[in-house]
Every structure is written in structure tokens, then in C-alpha cells.
């Protein structure tokens, strides 16, 4: 099955309780790409999840959708894509905001902010820190429904960009299986379709780092080489346009193997333990 479509189901059903919105992101990066931002009604109202715009029509477009008044907004992460309408959808309708205790200083320094620590309850949903992707990740989790949202811990559509020093390759595998040991029905991503087989996807996700991993090692040799001549090697199979994104994707997978004692790091590059 191609990467794109393990695990996933486009247009799959939600729960009643959630609605989903695709908006385009403010963030310059993220120029064009949607940001899916989650709406889950509660015994007392809706809690809005990841805004990505403080454009009027896209906050237009979250309470149009909202089925009772915003009571809460939370931020999976503090990439631009995910906390770019948090400030003004505050604004408009005073609900505070929540989120992972680190993520606070990446927001507006007069938002009302409340932090959610590992195994926290809130509005039904309990509250993992699953960092890896940033470390100021969070992944709520309905344990009877058995679903997930999830941020870009995953995502519907390819694999996710582990970027030093914000990212940790270590981190996100550790955070991939314990999701893996979860037995989840459904994750609701940040980007993507529905995953409707979690297992299958995050087997996929830890199985093709492993393997990415394989051929890190394959590359490095008793020389020291820089990450730019080791990714020739290490991503012999992406096309060359993607060696950007790729090269942050192969520091990652350096910096663990260093940790690891698999990898020494010299001032010419890296190299393989003699």
C-alpha cells in the first residue's frame, strides 16, 4: 500500500461530538497548506483545538461551526500552523487558552493560559505529553471512544519532519509506540485524512525510521562527512528537491545515534564508532 494512504480513510466519518475544519494557515512557511482545527462539544460548550488563522473569515468559519459557545481553545503544539488564530479567536470570544506547560511562552503574553500536564482530565478528555515532533507536543485522548487527536504527532499524508533542536527522533519514537500500545480506533490529525487504522500507520511510522536509520548507519564510515554528503546516501531514494526538509530528518537520526554511542560527531562532520 503506498505511504500516503496506510491506515487512513478519506472522508471517514467523526464522532457527533467533533467537527473538523481545513484552514489555510497564516504562518509564510506554511503558505496555502490547511491545518485541520478541531471543534469538540462538551457538557458545557465547545473547546476549539489548534486555530490556525486570526484572518476574520476563518474565525467567521469556527463559530459558525461551533454548536454552543467556545468555551476553551487548547494548541496540540506551538508551530505557527496550529497557534496562528489562537490570540484573536480569544479575543473574540474570552475563552482561555490551554496547552502543554512549555508551550506558554510561544504565545501572547496576555493570554489567560492554563497548563496541562500528563494525565490531566479536561472536558473528558485526558491529556498525554507526547513530545517528539516539538517537545511541547500534547495528544488528547478519549479513552471510551477510543480516539486521539493528535496534532502532527502523525499525519494523514506522508511521514513527519523531526526538526533539531525542537524535534527529538528519541522522543518521537517512544511518543509513536506509546500511541501503538494505546489500541486507538482513530487519531484525528493536524494535516491529512483520518487515520482509521492507527496500528497500521504507526507501525508503518516507526518501521520506516528503523529503516531510514538502517541506511544513516550504511553511510557513515570512519571519515568524517558532513550532513550534506551523507545525504546523498541516506536518502538515496527521496528526490532531491525534498534534501532541505531531508536534511533536518538526517541530523535527527545523527543526534540519536550519537546519544546511543552509534555515532561520534567531529568538527569535519560525523562518522561511524571505530
Same mark, same amino acid.
Given at each position: ?23 489555510? $494557515? ?29 484572518? $476574520? $473569515?476563518? @474565525? ?38 490551554? +496547552? ?55 499525519? +494523514? ?32 490529525? +493536524? ?39 551523507? @545525504? ?43
Amino acid at each position: 500500500m503506498p505511504r500516503d494512504n496506510v491506515g487512513t480513510q478519506r472522508n471517514a466519518p467523526l464522532p457527533r461530538a467533533i467537527t473538523r475544519l481545513s484552514i489555510v $494557515a497564516d504562518a509564510p512557511l506554511f503558505a496555502g497548506l490547511a491545518t485541520h482545527c478541531y471543534g469538540v462539544a462538551t457538557g458545557d460548550g465547545v473547546l476549539i483545538v489548534d486555530p490556525p488563522s486570526q484572518r $476574520a $473569515a476563518a @474565525l467567521d468559519q469556527i463559530e459558525a461551526a461551533a454548536t454552543a459557545p467556545i468555551r476553551a481553545i487548547v494548541v496540540t503544539h506551538t508551530h505557527p500552523d496550529h497557534i496562528g488564530g489562537v490570540a484573536a479567536l480569544h479575543e473574540r470570544t474570552g475563552a482561555p487558552v490551554y +496547552g502543554h506547560p512549555a508551550a506558554q511562552p510561544h504565545l501572547a503574553p496576555h493570554l489567560p493560559f492554563h497548563a496541562l500536564h500528563e494525565g490531566d482530565q479536561f472536558a473528558g478528555w485526558q491529556i498525554w505529553q507526547t513530545p517528539g515532533h516539538r517537545a511541547d507536543s500534547i495528544t488528547l485522548i478519549d479513552e471510551q471512544e477510543r480516539i486521539a487527536i493528535v496534532g502532527d504527532l502523525v499525519v +494523514g499524508s506522508g511521514t513527519v519532519v523531526i526538526n533539531p533542536p525542537e524535534g527529538d527522533l528519541t522522543d518521537y519514537l517512544t511518543s509513536l509506540g506509546r500511541l501503538r500500545a494505546a489500541s486507538l480506533r482513530m487519531l484525528l490529525p +493536524g494535516h491529512g485524512p483520518v487515520v482509521v487504522d492507527p496500528a497500521a500507520l504507526l507501525d508503518y511510522y516507526m518501521a520506516h525510521r528503523l529503516q531510514r536509520e538502517g541506511k544513516v548507519l550504511a553511510a557513515l564510515g570512519a571519515t568524517p562527512a558532513t550532513v550534506e554528503a551523507l @545525504l546523498p546516501l541516506a536518502y538515496d531514494d527521496s528526490d532531491p528537491a525534498l534534501y532541505p526538509l531531508a536534511a533536518r530528518s538526517l541530523l535527527a537520526h545523527l543526534l540519536k545515534l550519537e546519544a546511543e554511542g552509534r555515532a561520534v560527531r567531529h568538527e569535519a562532520g560525523w562518522s561511524t564508532v571505530l
